[in-house]
């Protein structure tokens, strides 16, 4: 993976820059001592790392706005980072960058149950917004596995989801406003708390934008009443043929569980040894969560129980309290902790059509036969998001290349099925030199020119998203 080189002239400028970083942000925390930035120089995508110019730790939007003057002044490139969760290295910086940190950004400035919002800081993590206001009965829906540690503003950079997102959407469907701190500090407010805001509907365009558009300081977020019950149950299967299918059945008849996911045996093997759920020992299993009043609940059980029955499962285990329920999600929510254990792992996320799914997942282990890999599966099937997990000796730089080389071959899959590069981990570094697999070079001019527009100088979150040969004359430029 190739990084454009630092700006030697901003690299000889370093202590000119962090003492005027100093001098605007009244307090809040600039890191720029070689020992303390190396704990920013990567993201969760650990095997590309650089140390930035500069750390800034801001506490409100007047200092994130502060330290972007200085950065546009200074022509200064600035990575925007929340809590550095990112599987696509979307955080990761150039050494000539400053990185604007989130994480001293973490209040919530209001709640309004009767219109049902919540607005945050953005570098509040999103288990924590859940955690302010579950007293009262609420909750906000878009869970990613990380949510103990992500932080809002990445979910929104990210546009993440969950395994819940099947039914209440991801982050761009729990969004009402946001604001936005542009390149040169300007601070805009985008939508706010009300279901639709008046004149153009910038919001979708800023939710996912990984960061090329502004840095996201606040968050105005829908929030929901929490259902009455919840159930899951676990479905076992001797193929993933059948578990797809099942999938797919269960969509087509027009079902909406809360979530539905997917793991394969060399996941629930991993997850087994780790957590102990006291999985089956099966080739594929699914966990169908259903919610609302014990009618509804029971009602949708059936159905899904008829359904599964076409496809000869070997066990179908209803929970029976909230204990079976918890064991049964254990295991999947021990997944990437269980399969870290084992060995190194790139986790892909592609997406595909949930009828694609058991002709995607053959070719996938096809696939991985011919590269000489393992690759376990565990994934939001309902929406047919894929995550598989490349497992490989990340101290053998050819298993490294072999990895990323299956990884690409198996994500150009999902784009030929009729899927996308990304469902919710974003572009970021890892897959930048695929858009041009799913993008023609018109429509990647045309994104290119909504960066433009926000970022005239190319200098937010640089060289990530674009191919770097079509952005390099933008890069340059700047
Ligand atoms: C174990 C594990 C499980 C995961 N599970 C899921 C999952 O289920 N679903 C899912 O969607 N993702 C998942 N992720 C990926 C990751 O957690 C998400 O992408 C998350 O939203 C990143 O949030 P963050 O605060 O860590 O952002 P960071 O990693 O710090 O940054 C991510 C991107 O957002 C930009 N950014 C960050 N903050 C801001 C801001 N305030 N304004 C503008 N841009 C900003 C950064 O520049 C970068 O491009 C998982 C990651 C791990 C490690």
Redesign the pocket.
């Known amino acids: 993976m190739d990084m454009p080189a630092p700006d030697p002239r901003i690299l000889a400028r370093k202590a000119h820059v962090a003492a005027r970083l100093r001098a605007a942000l009244d307090g809040a925390r600039v890191i720029d001592a070689p020992q303390d930035v190396i704990a920013y120089e990567c993201?969760?995508l650990s095997a590309y790392a650089c140390p930035p110019l500069a750390v800034v730790l801001p506490e409100t939007t007047a200092q994130v706005a502060a330290a972007m003057r200085v950065c546009h002044e200074e022509g200064v490139p600035v990575?925007?980072?929340?809590?550095?969760?990112?599987?696509v290295g979307?955080?990761l910086p150039t050494a000539d960058a400053v990185v604007i940190g989130?994480s001293a950004m973490t209040a919530v400035l209001e709640t309004d149950f009767d219109n049902r919002f919540i607005r945050v800081q953005?570098g509040r993590t999103n288990l924590s917004v859940t955690g302010a206001i579950e007293a009262q009965g609420f909750f906000y829906a878009p869970d990613?596995?990380?949510q103990l540690?992500?932080?809002i503003?990445?979910?929104?950079?990210?546009n993440?989801?969950?395994a819940h997102c099947l039914k209440y959407g991801v982050t761009v469907n729990n969004l009402l406003g946001v604001t936005l701190v542009l390149a040169d500090g300007t601070v805009v407010e985008i939508g706010g708390p009300w279901m639709d805001a008046p004149g153009i509907d910038l919001l979708p365009v800023i939710c996912g934008s990984?960061?090329q558009f502004?840095?996201?300081?606040e968050a105005v977020l829908r929030i929901v009443p929490r259902p009455e019950g919840a159930r899951p149950v676990l479905v076992a299967f001797d193929s993933a043929e059948a578990a797809g299918a099942t999938v797919s059945a269960i969509i087509r008849a027009g079902l909406l569980p809360v979530a539905v996911e997917y793991m394969d045996r060399p996941c629930i093997r991993a997850c087994e040894a780790h957590a102990r759920a006291g999985y089956p020992d099966c080739e594929a299993m699914l966990i169908i969560e259903v919610e609302g009043a014990e009618p509804e609940i029971a009602a949708q059980i059936a159905a899904i129980r008829a359904i599964a029955a076409r496809h000869a499962p070997l066990e179908f285990r209803e929970a029976r309290d909230a204990d079976e329920a918890a064991r049964i999600w254990l295991g999947r929510k021990a997944a990437?902790g269980a399969m870290g254990r084992i060995a190194d792992y790139i986790c892909l996320d592609g997406v595909i059509p949930v009828s694609a799914l058991p002709q995607v997942l053959a070719r996938t282990a096809q696939l991985a036969a011919e590269y000489g890999l393992e690759v376990a599966n565990v994934f939001h099937a309902g929406d047919g998001n894929l995550h598989p997990l490349i497992l490989f000796n990340a101290n053998d730089p050819d298993d490294l290349h072999r990895a990323e080389a299956l990884g690409a071959d198996i994500l150009r899959l999902c784009v030929e099925a009729g899927g996308c590069l990304t469902g919710?981990?974003?572009v970021?570094v890892e897959k930048r030199d695929l858009m041009e697999v799913q993008f023609a070079p018109a429509d990647l001019e045309a994104q290119m020119r909504v960066k433009d527009v926000f970022d005239p100088h190319w200098r937010l979150?640089p060289a990530?998203v674009f191919p770097l040969h079509l952005s390099a004359a933008r890069r340059g430029a700047a």
Do not use: Y
């Open positions: 993201d969760a990575v925007p980072r929340g809590s550095g969760t990112s599987l979307g955080a989130l953005a990613p596995s990380s540690a992500c932080a503003g990445g979910n929104i950079a990210m993440s989801g969950g990984e960061g502004g840095i996201v300081t990437f919710e981990h974003g970021g979150n990530k």
